[in-house]
């Protein structure tokens, strides 16, 4: 049973480019949550999705990234016009259920140039 | 607003020399505190969920305790492999509905010499 699968795990885009990153959830997951980790600092919560729904986007910039989880296909975190701000890496993990732990992706570490 | 305060930031130890890792948190309502280990490079690895004070949770060389403040993760005898950062984080109620969301502290970096 493969773990959480992120494509790609790097990604280079110019600025005003867009990113999309994939996240396929653990078999019989049906939680997705994006994570973002800018370099020096922690993991910061993006977004919490449960299939073709989004549960919480409180940790979403308002501008230029959205998420969403389709009833077949993987999750997907978009970033339209990137900015070099926005290089990081974007963690997904996915649980069982919202009270379940959450597992870990490798990440998509994304570089804008 | 949930917070989470990881202690030492770096902690550097000679293999065998043991040792203790802290986590201080303030949530509204805590649901679950977890541990993760994360390698260079690579995703958070999960560890231990720990649910209420006093539940103490054991994985070969590292035990994991939690009081209603803050959470211990102990490393008895550690090795070089057991260099990484660990990560703690909490999930919390809100409304009677509890929420996938973790809130991360910024990680201890261990590092085990031979």
């Known amino acids: 049973n493969a773990g959480v699968m992120q494509n790609p795990r790097h990604l280079v885009r110019r600025r005003g480019q867009e990113a999309r990153l994939r996240c396929s959830p653990m078999?019989?997951?049906?939680?997705v949550y994006w994570y973002r980790q800018l370099p020096e600092e922690g993991l910061k919560f993006m977004v919490y999705?449960?299939?073709?729904?989004?549960?919480?986007e409180s940790g979403m910039p308002k501008e230029r990234f959205s998420a969403e989880f389709p009833k077949e296909g993987p999750s997907i975190l978009r970033i339209q016009q990137v900015v070099r701000g926005d290089s990081a890496a974007y963690f997904c993990?996915?649980?069982?259920?919202?009270?379940?732990?959450?597992?870990f992706g490798q990440g998509t570490r994304l570089t804008v140039v | 607003e949930d917070q989470v305060t990881q202690s030492p930031e770096a902690l550097r130890l000679q293999e065998g020399e043991s040792s203790s890792l802290n986590c201080s948190y303030t949530?509204?309502?805590?649901?679950?505190l977890f541990w993760y280990r994360q390698d260079p490079g690579k995703g958070p690895e999960f560890l231990f969920t720990?649910?209420?004070a006093g539940e103490e949770k054991e994985k070969e060389r590292l035990k994991a305790t939690l009081t209603k403040k803050e959470s211990f993760l102990h490393i008895t005898a550690p090795k070089p492999e057991d260099s990484a950062t660990y990560l703690c984080?909490?999930?919390?109620?809100?409304?009677?509905?509890?929420?996938?969301?973790?809130?991360f502290g910024q990680g201890t970096i261990l590092t085990v010499h031979p």
């Open positions: 999705l449960q299939k073709e729904n989004i549960i919480d």
């Open positions: 993990a996915s649980s069982y259920t919202g009270d379940t732990e959450a597992f």
């Open positions: 984080a909490v999930q919390a109620y809100a409304g009677g509905t509890s929420y996938g969301k973790l809130t």
């Open positions: 720990l649910y209420s």
């Open positions: 949530v509204s309502g805590l649901r679950g």
């Open positions: 078999k019989g997951h049906s939680h």
